[in-house]
């Protein structure tokens, strides 16, 4: 499975933009991008999956590249309860996946 | 609330008693999946089932965890003679794998287990 690299932490405010970016050089052809969630005692939440170009549902937009070997997370208008950690996977689902968590980025939303 | 049920919620034993888990999936999903978290860290794959089949079950942690999904609906994790160790918290994913899709995995609660 592709090895991502995402930043440690990121410090935003209440109503900004966050854009969270997450490399992956040795994305495979068949891999998909999956993004999730994580507040503390609860188990991680699906947010957004993409294969390339854009995605975007209620929650978060995807950006992936035309090289695909990174994505980035944006998150639109930042509200407290967005503090939590994000994780980025890459995968290729139908052969029995079983995702890599890395360590993931810790947001922090200041009022 | 994604769906997938995990009881119990909290667990405290003392060291060397065994342990069990239970997840309820997604009444649908045909993949059910273990993993582990521990403070600070990012979940860790143990072991995966399509329906009643354990497809994979190489990185369970010993010979001392095992896992059932006997009907092909919910499943157990145990834990035999637990450990200090052993503390963490036990998420289950649940998945429907069909042709064209992406076997997108919703995770449960999970079960956090304390050895004292």
Known sequence: LAKT???ISMDSYEGQEVNITCSHNNIATNDYITWYQ???????RFIIQGYKTKVTNEVASLFIPADRKSSTLSLPRVSLSDTAVYYCLVGYNNAGNMLTFGGGTRLMVKP | DTGVSQNPRHKITKRGQNVTFRCDPISEHNRLYWYRQTLGQGPEF?????????????????????????????STLEIQRTEQGDSAMYLCASSLLETGSTDTQYFGPGTRLTVL
């Open chain 1, 5 to 7: 690299t995402q930043p």
């Open chain 1, 38 to 44: 994580q507040f503390p005692s609860q188990g991680p």
């Open chain 2, 46 to 74: 143990l072991t995966y089932f399509q329906n009643e089949a354990q497809l994979e079950k190489s990185r369970l942690l010993s010979d001392r965890f095992s896992a059932e999904r006997p009907k092909g609906s919910f």
